[in-house]
């Protein structure tokens, strides 16, 4: 089992800066590819961004792009979300997830096996 752990939620003004970290504990963290997903209220949740194992591959949602940095620390057990230019949008809760591929991450996080329970991200106009 691994086990994670999101922090550094909060709330901000939009244009405002977050930074989201998701701690792993219980298996060999640098095994997994590691992703940020975050629901809406009354919406699905939706894909943000994913980083490959020793992090040379990454990939985020269009609408995160330019705004949104997902990083990796393996030697800390911790993936990092930095959220930058914060719209009311982005209002959300932000899950981490570890899974085996940037690819199956991509998917939509149906077959991702390990998840966080969530940190609430509120943007306020």
């Known amino acids: 089992q691994l086990q994670l752990v999101e922090s550094g939620g909060g709330l901000v003004q939009t244009g405002g800066s977050l930074i989201l970290s998701c701690a792993a504990s219980?298996?060999?963290?640098?095994?997994?590819?590691m992703a940020w997903y975050r629901q809406a209220p009354g919406k699905e949740r939706e894909f943000v961004a994913v980083i490959s194992r020793a992090g040379g591959i990454i990939y985020y949602a269009d609408d995160v792009k330019g705004r949104f940095t997902i990083s990796r620390d393996n030697a800390k057990d911790t993936v990092y979300l930095q959220m930058n230019g914060l719209k009311p949008d982005d209002t959300a809760v932000y899950y981490c997830a570890a899974g085996p591929s940037t690819l199956i991450a991509r998917e939509g996080g149906g077959r991702m096996p390990y998840w966080g329970k969530g940190t609430l991200v509120t943007v306020s106009s």
């Open positions: 219980g298996r060999a963290f640098s095994t997994y590819a």
